[in-house]
Structures are given as C-alpha cells and as structure tokens.
C-alpha cells in the first residue's frame, strides 16, 4: 500500500436537501483529507459531503498539500487544516462560499444591458 498524506481541492457543490436548496444554489471550499492516491482523496471528499448533505460536482486542482505549499501559500486557516488532518486522518473543509440563483440572475442582467 503507497503510503498516506494529506491531499488538497477545490471543491463545488450543491446541497441535497429541500431545506438547504432554499438557502442556497451551492458551494466552493477547500478540502484537506488523507489518502495515498488522488482517487482515495476524491472518494473521500466525496463520501463525507454526502454525510452533510451535498453532491460534489466538480473538483479541482486536487494535489498532495506539500507539492501545493512547495509553490504557494496558503491560509492560516487551511494550514491549521492540514496539521489536524495529518494527525486525525479525518476529511476536513474550509470556510464554505456559498451562492444563490438571484446572484447569477443580477449578473446576467447586467450583462444583457
């Protein structure tokens, strides 16, 4: 078995729930989760939105954590993540940016004006 580490993504969702679709379109946030493959971390990411309520829709620029700080930096927040993720070996999400339909619909009013 390859060996474990924390993996990263940005993440997009839409919430399963009758209840949470009123409040919301969908969501974007940061994923941190242990894994030895890029599959295992997808999985992962996907198994525990469903547990809160979401279907992941989209992933992207999902890497190794130390391959993403080996180039940039991250957040205080995200960094705190990772260290609590290398250690527990659980999924963990960042702040949620959620979104609603009225936001698209002024902007594409906007735009045909």
Same mark, same amino acid.
């Given at each position: 078995?390859?060996?474990?580490?924390?993996?990263? /993504?940005?993440?997009?969702?839409?919430? *399963?729930? %009758?209840?949470?679709?009123?409040?919301?379109? @969908?969501?974007?946030?940061? @994923?941190?989760? +242990?894994? =030895? =493959?890029?599959?295992? &971390? *997808?999985?992962?990411?996907?198994?525990?939105? $469903? %547990?809160?309520?979401?279907? $992941? #829709? &989209? =992933?992207?620029?999902?890497?190794?954590?130390?391959?993403? #700080? /080996?180039?940039?930096?991250?957040?205080?927040? #995200?960094?705190?993540? &990772?260290?609590?993720?290398?250690? =527990? %070996?659980?999924?963990?999400?960042?702040? +949620?940016?959620?979104?609603?339909?009225?936001?698209? %619909?002024?902007?594409?009013?906007? #735009?045909?004006?």
């Amino acid at each position: 078995m390859k060996n474990k580490t924390v993996w990263i /993504s940005l993440l997009e969702m839409v919430p *399963l729930s %009758e209840e949470d679709k009123a409040e919301m379109d @969908g969501a974007v946030t940061n @994923g941190l989760t +242990f894994a =030895s =493959s890029m599959e295992i &971390a *997808l999985k992962n990411f996907e198994k525990k939105l $469903l %547990e809160m309520g979401f279907q $992941l #829709i &989209a =992933s992207e620029d999902t890497e190794k954590y130390n391959d993403r #700080i /080996s180039r940039t930096t991250v957040s205080k927040e #995200i960094e705190l993540l &990772a260290k609590e993720v290398k250690v =527990s %070996e659980n999924t963990r999400f960042g702040t +949620f940016h959620t979104w609603d339909g009225t936001e698209n %619909e002024e902007l594409n009013g906007k #735009i045909a004006t």
